[in-house]
């Protein structure tokens, strides 16, 4: 959780602004797959393993 | 072999995001560098159109994965003063306390002109369970 101080404080600088000519983007969720971590992880044991 | 992580794990990487992110970043191109997301393009390797110094976080909660996976939103980020025009196609989180680029995403590829305004909409960032 972000510290409740800090986010008022950003929070009320942001409404304070005026839009102009406002372009409204559209974003990409971002998605972190940590699969490939633990396939490295299993792979460098098996590697110990096997010497 | 079954995998598994505890959702602490992945809190603690999102919290990580949530503490130190002091900068918000629309950028012309992938930023790859914290030059790249924290200088205007025009200026060195820059790339920033425009950006904001007041990024805030609500979450984490569960992620939509199922799981433990976990998400947190970054929230909308309304009209910010565009400072150099440009093509935007890339959204960069940054830890400026630390000169460190921590997160990049992309959008819709989208005009800006200088001075007017942008608006980043609130968009998540998730961790998903090992599977």
């Known amino acids: ?51 | 072999m079954a995998k598994s992580v505890h959702a602490n794990v992945l809190d603690a990487a999102l919290q990580y995001l949530e503490t130190n992110v002091d900068w918000i970043a629309v950028c012309e191109t992938e930023p790859t560098t914290y030059e790249h997301a924290h200088s205007n393009k025009g200026v060195g390797t820059g790339k920033v159109l425009a950006h904001s110094i007041t990024p805030t976080f609500t979450g984490p909660v569960g992620g939509d994965g199922g799981g433990t996976s976990r998400k947190t939103a970054v929230d909308e980020e309304p009209t910010i003063t565009v400072d150099v025009s440009g093509d935007a196609d890339h959204i960069a989180l940054v830890f400026v306390g630390s000169t460190l680029l921590l997160y990049v995403t992309t959008c819709t590829l989208q005009p800006l002109v200088a001075l007017n305004t942008v608006t980043i909409p609130s968009w998540d960032i998730e961790i998903g369970s090992p599977t």
């Open chain 1, 1 to 51: 959780m972000m510290d409740p101080e800090v986010k008022k404080q950003r929070m009320l600088e942001k409404s304070l602004r005026m839009p102009v000519n406002n372009v409204v983007l559209e974003v990409q969720k971002g998605t972190i797959d940590i699969n490939d971590l633990f396939k490295h992880i299993e792979l460098k044991v098996k590697e110990k393993i096997n010497g």
